[in-house]
Each structure stands twice: as structure tokens, then as C-alpha cells.
């Protein structure tokens, strides 16, 4: 499964001192790392997406908005769980936010039980989220020690052919789909078909591990 | 002369002292030679002493009455010759006697003169005044001895040169040969009368120009003593229940009135005195002052001014003048540009609203973030009190930068007369972009200083200067992040020029729509919905009130540049 051991980490992102150090003290209190940043742009420097964690980010900042950095995150490829706090909540820019993946939205003031319930919340999000990478980091892994054969059957296998048909599609006898399919489901470590069938979408939906 | 027809009628009367005693010497000799009684002799002898006694004696008398004779002359030569003008005058004014310089003044021969009324010389008008000052002196004889006075203008002689002389008749009581009599002397004082005259008339002519004149006028000698005043002084004493002396006010000590003032005008007063007394001493060109006098029917304002005589002469004139017309006209024109100042300023509020919602609950959020950690550690048991410290105080802190936040958006709200001040122009950029800060950050447009202001005091109104860069910043920005440009930047420059400051706003929006100009600033054109067009008229007028002018004008490069002037106070030049 996922890499336990480092602790998970509120990256704080404001440009306004007070918040940055009032908010620190709270969530320290709470038993979060936090680690702040006075701009967007220190934070993506500073940021690697192997850090587990989530954001808070104020939408309204001088230089590069909350919008901008979610934007970023994006582009590089990053998708930890967003909170944005915003001092004045507009529709379009709510949306926006959602759309692009933020967790959640707070209206300042925000009271602290609710930001640490939030952040909690965002944290697991992030948990869930990294255990299901690796999970796919996993079976891709499990995938990629599969023979040519191999996959092919488990392919066909998982869309539902039964080894007979599998066997008339490959040209091989149905006692070697037999034995090939148990092969896949022993290295693949699947409890059964249904187990195969997340294993296979996984793998098909990622095609950069061949 | 009158005592020659007596020596022809007495044998001895001009025999010398020698002769005399000769003949008695002889008389005497024959007595001795002829027979006669003794007694007989003895009495001729008597006779003859007595005669020659007599003769001696009446001999001394006629040298007496030569030697008077002679005096009695020179005095008349003298009353005649005298440079002033005698006249003897009986009790119905008919001329007794008269000496020559009086005949020569009148123009007539001195036998014309005696024995005619003197009236007949005079003007008819100035003809009882003589007879009852003739009849003033005989009365006077008893009671009051000293000389009385008359001026009096006669009619000319036909022996006389110009025209209407005028005298002074000096004149006391006497007892005659023929009774009481009125000894005058008469003195030409024509020129002297007539330098009055032209003096009557210049301070005749003085007091009405004063008269006409609207303003309270008063003129002070080199104390400071009221000299003079006009009518509207009068008036206004008398309309302000001032007594009879201080209405007319002549004689009244100024400065030392000014002084001596009590109540709320005291502070005022004296220095009004004061400035005064420098005026005077032409320490000061002049001075002037406005002050308000209200009654319990209406306001009023006056202009006080005082300057100093021109000449040699120590002294000024004050005036005071009623500027209520004025003063009532000016206030009006201010308040409707304070009412649509601060109609302007709501509506840059609610544009800016989102802004300053966002910039207040920044401390809120902090506060309550600062409180929920305080909360925590309570609860915790947690017995760190340096970090308890650090908690309360970000608390306190963050709820007093909402507390400023609060209130300087209130202060921008205000509805308040304007009040002249002096400020730093530093401190008024940074009031005014503090207030506009988050707006520029929400249209991503950068608001920036192109260096640092210099550190110059302005006297003006605050708010109303701050009101000013607000909607031109607003302005700028909002044209920027209408067009959507590329650049998003306004600058703020200030530029010092003789005598006053200039405020260069430079944005990088659009420019100036083409057909623009002047309408720009009518309150009724706008070309953004927000109404900022409303904005820049009462900006303009703003200016205006503080005696500069703002005026806009499309940037060489890129966007539009408003500018606006203040007049810098001399004494507040930097070096």
C-alpha cells in the first residue's frame, strides 16, 4: 500500500503575516505540520508532490491569486486536496475553484473547529488518494511482470471472454488459457475476476507503463 | 494850537523867570522911594508877591500843559500809525473815532468814517451780530471787563483792493467824553479765515466721501485713539446699542478697547490690537482679517482691515467691511461640493466595498484563528505561557487592525465641513492607497509610487485630498481593467514646482476616449457604469477649492495621465 511513514503537511499559502502565523498556531495545536508560505509562488518553488499533505490557499493575494497556484498545480501534474479561503465568496470564482479540483471553499472569518475539520477532512482525501496511487503504482508493477501472453489473456479475460473464446481469439489450446489465467491471477495476487477486472482498468487507463 | 489865543490877552504870561524877578526887584526899590503909609505900602507890597506868584505859578502850568500837549500828540500819532485798526464805537454803533490803519482797512477816509454807523460798511447779514456785540460790551462793562470778539465780514471800500475781508472786532467797554463807549480793535484775519475755510471744506468733504461709504470707517491717531469715524460706523454702533460715546466714538482709545476685550473674541481682539499697533509703526504694510459677528437674528461676517496714513502722519484707518454676501455665497458653493463629496466618496465605497470586506476579515479571520488556539491550550491544560502571551496578542492586535480598518473607512464616510490642515503628502498617499489597495490587487493592477514623495507639508483638507486620489486611482484601474490591457500598472509621481506640488496619476490603460475632453469632467457624463465620472467632477471641484487645478491629458507611450495641482505654502518649501 502507501508510504506511512512521513507525516502528513498543511502547506499554508497567504501574504498576510497575521493569518500565516495565527493559523500556524492553531493547526500546530492541533497536532498538524504546517509549513507556510507568503506567496504563490514560494510555495510551488518549495513544493514536491511527494510530500502528503493538502493546501490552504487564500483566493486574494497580490501577486499570483489562489486561482493561479491551483492552475499550476494542475499543469504540473500535482492534485493535492485544495482548501480556499476567500474573504468574499462570488460564484464564477467558487466554481472555478471547484472544477479545479479544490476539496472545499471557506468563507473568512472561519471559525477554527471548522478549519481543522476541514483540513482533516482534506487530509484523509489526500491519504485516500496517495493509497489508491499506490495501489495503481502496485498492480502497474504486478502488470508490467506479466509475459506478452500473459496480458493478453488477463485482457480478455477481464472484458468477460470465457477461455474458450479466448483460446479460438489467441490460437492456443483452452487448457493453456486455463493454466496462463491462473498464472495471471496468482502473480497479480487477485482474489477474482472482479478483483482482475479494477486491476486491468488501472493498467489500461495508464498508458505510460508499458 | 489850542492855546494861542491866550498869549495874547496876558502881558506877563510870556515873560521869562528873569524879567519877573526884575520887576518885583523894581516894584519893590519904588514902594521904598515914594511917601506913602506904612500900611498901605505893606499891602501893595502883599499884592505885588501875590501877582508875581500867581504869574510864576501860571507859568509853570502852561510849560505842564505843552509837555502833555506833546505827549497827547504822540499818542495820537501812534493810535493813528498802529499796524491794527482802532475804532471808537458809541452805543448805537455810530463811529466816534477811528485811526487810519482802521480808515485804511475799511478802504474809506477817516472823515467819512466818524460819525456814520458802522453798520453801514458791513454785510446785512453780519449788521445786528455788530450792534448786539456793541450792545454785549457796554453790558459787560460791570460784570466781565475782559475783551469780547467778534468775526465779521465787511463790505469793501472804494479805497480798498479785492474783494470781502474779514475781521475780528476785539473790543471792551470804556467811559468817554460822551459816555460809554466801545474801544474795538479790528484785525484782518482773511487769510487765516479763509485757510480755515478751505480746512472746513476738505474736512467737510472728507466726512461725506466717509459717509457715502458702506464700510464701517474709523480713523486713529498715532495712539490708537479714534479720530474720526464715518456714518456706517454711527449706524453700527447705534444698531448694536453701543451709548452715545462709543457711537460716535471719537476720543475713544482703540487699540486700548481691543485689549480690554473679554469672552470668546478676547484671543481675537488682542490680536487685532496688536496688529494695530504694528500697522501704526508701519511694521506691517497692512492688515486684514475676517471674523464672524453673529447676532440672535442672522450671521454675519465682517473683513477687518487697518492701513496706515500715508505721509508723515502717525496714524491709520481701519475699516470694517460686511463680507456676509460673500461669506453666505461661498458657504453655500461649499456645502453643495461637500454634499456631493460625500455622495461621491459612498460611491466609491460600494465599488470598492468587496475590497475592503476582503482587507477587513483578513485580522477577523487571524483574531479568530489567534482565539482558537487560545481556546486549545486552555483546554489542553497547557501551561506555556510565553505561547498563551503570543496567542492574546495577535488577538488584540489583530482586532485593533480591524478596529483601524473600520475606522478609516468611517472617516472617509464622515460627513464634516472641510478643515484646512496642514499634512504630509506622504500621509496622504498612503491613506488613500491603502484604501484602494485591494481593489488594485482584485483587477490585478499594481499601484506603485514611482519614488519616494518628498517630505512636503500641504494645507489642505485631508479627506477631501485623499477623496481625490481615491477616484483617480479607482479611475485608472478601472479603465485598465476594462480595456483588459496588457500592462497593469498606475503610477503615483509627485513633481514640485515653485509655489505648488503636483500629482502625476499615469495609468496603462486605454487613454482618453477621443472625443472626450472637458466632458469628462461633467458630472453628468461618465463613461463607466459606476458613475466615476460624478467621481472626477467633484475631484476637480475639490482641487479647485483648495486653489489648484486638475486636468487630464493622453500619455506619449501608453494609457492616460490625470494631474492634479495644490498650492505649497512658502513657509513649508524644503531648504
Not at chain 1, 144 to 161: C, I, S, Y
Not at chain 2, 38 to 56: C, F, K
Not at chain 2, 159 to 184: K, N, T, W, Y
Request: proline residues 4%.
Amino acid at each position: 500500500m502507501s508510504e506511512i511513514g512521513a507525516p502528513p503537511t498543511v502547506f499554508l499559502v497567504d501574504d498576510d503575516a497575521a493569518l500565516r502565523e495565527s493559523m500556524s498556531l492553531l493547526l500546530g495545536q492541533a497536532g498538524f505540520q504546517v509549513r507556510t508560505f507568503r506567496s504563490g509562488t514560494a510555495f510551488l518553488d518549495a513544493y514536491t508532490k511527494d510530500e502528503p499533505g493538502c493546501v490552504v490557499l487564500d483566493l486574494r493575494m497580490p501577486e499570483m491569486s489562489g486561482l493561479e497556484v491551483q492552475e499550476a498545480l494542475l499543469r504540473a501534474g500535482y492534485a493535492p486536496p485544495i482548501l480556499f479561503l476567500s474573504g468574499y465568496g462570488d460564484v464564477p470564482t467558487t466554481v472555478r475553484a471547484i472544477k479545479g479540483g479544490a476539496v472545499d471553499f471557506l468563507v473568512k472569518p472561519v471559525a477554527g473547529e471548522l478549519l481543522i475539520e476541514r483540513i482533516r477532512q482534506a487530509l484523509q482525501e489526500d491519504a485516500r488518494q496517495r493509497a489508491a496511487a499506490a495501489d495503481q503504482l502496485s498492480i502497474r508493477a504486478l502488470y508490467a511482470e506479466l509475459t506478452a501472453r500473459e496480458r493478453e489473456v488477463m485482457l480478455l479475460a477481464t472484458k468477460g471472454f470465457s477461455n474458450k473464446e479466448i483460446a479460438q481469439q489467441l490460437g492456443i489450446s483452452p487448457r493453456t488459457v486455463e493454466s496462463h489465467r491462473a498464472r495471471v491471477m496468482e502473480k497479480m495476487g487477485a482474489g477474482g475476476i472482479a478483483e482482475l477486472c479494477h486491476m486491468s482498468a488501472v493498467c489500461l487507463a495508464s498508458p505510460t507503463v508499458t | 494850537m489850542m492855546t494861542s489865543h491866550t498869549r495874547a490877552s496876558r502881558g506877563t504870561s510870556n515873560l521869562s523867570a528873569a524879567d519877573l524877578e526884575r520887576r518885583l526887584e523894581a516894584l519893590i526899590a519904588n514902594l521904598g522911594d515914594r511917601d506913602a503909609d506904612d500900611e498901605q505900602r505893606a499891602l501893595l507890597l502883599d499884592l505885588q508877591v501875590h501877582q508875581i506868584e500867581l504869574e510864576m505859578q501860571g507859568r509853570e502850568l502852561r510849560e505842564a500843559r505843552g509837555a502833555l500837549e506833546e505827549s497827547r500828540d504822540r499818542y495820537a500819532r501812534l493810535f493813528d500809525l498802529a499796524p491794527v485798526g482802532y475804532a471808537v464805537f458809541d452805543p448805537h454803533g455810530v463811529i466816534l473815532d477811528a485811526n487810519l490803519t482802521a480808515a485804511r482797512m475799511l478802504g474809506r477816509p477817516r472823515s467819512s468814517l466818524i460819525g456814520s454807523p458802522f453798520s453801514r460798511y458791513l454785510e446785512v447779514g453780519e449788521r445786528r451780530p455788530f450792534l448786539s456785540h456793541v450792545e454785549q460790551v457796554l453790558e459787560a462793562r460791570a460784570t466781565d471787563p475782559e475783551n469780547m470778539s467778534l468775526m465779521m465780514r465787511l463790505r469793501p471800500g472804494p479805497e480798498a483792493a479785492g474783494g470781502d475781508r474779514v475781521f475780528q472786532l476785539l473790543s471792551a467797554p470804556r467811559f468817554g467824553d460822551s459816555g460809554e463807549e466801545c474801544f474795538s480793535a479790528l484785525l484782518d484775519v482773511t487769510a487765516q479765515y479763509e485757510a480755515q475755510a478751505k480746512q472746513h471744506a476738505s474736512d467737510h468733504l472728507r466726512q461725506v466721501v466717509l459717509d457715502v461709504l458702506p464700510e464701517q470707517i474709523a480713523v486713529l491717531d498715532g495712539t490708537g485713539k479714534i479720530i474720526a469715524v464715518n456714518r456706517a460706523w454711527a449706524d453700527f454702533a447705534a444698531d448694536n446699542g453701543a451709548s452715545d460715546t462709543l457711537q460716535s466714538g471719537v476720543g475713544l482709545d482703540y487699540v486700548a478697547a481691543c485689549r480690554s476685550a473679554c469672552g470668546d473674541e478676547a484671543e481675537s481682539a488682542r490680536i487685532v490690537a496688536d496688529s494695530i499697533v504694528a500697522v501704526i509703526a508701519r511694521r506691517l504694510p497692512s492688515f486684514n482679517q475676517e471674523y464672524p459677528c453673529h447676532t440672535a437674528y442672522r450671521h454675519r461676517w465682517f473683513e477687518f482691515s487697518a492701513v496706515p496714513f500715508g505721509g508723515g502722519m502717525e496714524g491709520a484707518v481701519i475699516v470694517h467691511r460686511d463680507i456676509t454676501e460673500r461669506k453666505l455665497a461661498e458657504d453655500h458653493s461649499r456645502r453643495a461640493r461637500e454634499s456631493a463629496a460625500q455622495g461621491a466618496r459612498v460611491n466609491a465605497v460600494g465599488m470598492l466595498a468587496a475590497s475592503l470586506i476582503h482587507e477587513l476579515t483578513q485580522p477577523l479571520s487571524a483574531a479568530s484563528f489567534f482565539g482558537g488556539t487560545a481556546l486549545t491550550l486552555f483546554e489542553q491544560g497547557s501551561n506555556d505561557r510565553d505561547k498563551l502571551r503570543q496567542v492574546l496578542t495577535g488577538v488584540e492586535e489583530q482586532i485593533n487592525r480591524a478596529g483601524d480598518i473600520l475606522q478609516r473607512l468611517r472617516d472617509f464616510l464622515r460627513r464634516r465641513e472641510m478643515q484646512m490642515r496642514p499634512v504630509a503628502i506622504d500621509e496622504l498617499i498612503a491613506k488613500a492607497t491603502a484604501l484602494v489597495r485591494w481593489y488594485a490587487a482584485d483587477k490585478k493592477v499594481r499601484v506603485h509610487l514611482t519614488h519616494p514623495a518628498p517630505s512636503l507639508v500641504v494645507m489642505v483638507d485631508a479627506l477631501q485630498v485623499e477623496q481625490v486620489l481615491v477616484n483617480l486611482l479607482c479611475n485608472s484601474i478601472q479603465a485598465i481593467d476594462g480595456a483588459g490591457t496588457e500592462r497593469r500598472e498606475v503610477s503615483i509621481a509627485i513633481e514640485s514646482h515653485r509655489g505648488e506640488i503636483e500629482f502625476v496619476i499615469a495609468d496603462t490603460g486605454p487613454g482618453l476616449p477621443a472625443d472626450a475632453g472637458e466632458r469628462l469632467f461633467d458630472i453628468f457624463t461618465s463613461t463607466k457604469d459606476s458613475g466615476l465620472g460624478m467621481g472626477l467632477a467633484i475631484s476637480r471641484d475639490i482641487v479647485g477649492a483648495h486653489g489648484g487645478k486638475l486636468w487630464a491629458e493622453d500619455a506619449a507611450s501608453e494609457g492616460a495621465i490625470f494631474r492634479f495641482t495644490l498650492p505649497l505654502q512658502e513657509t513649508d518649501q524644503p531648504q
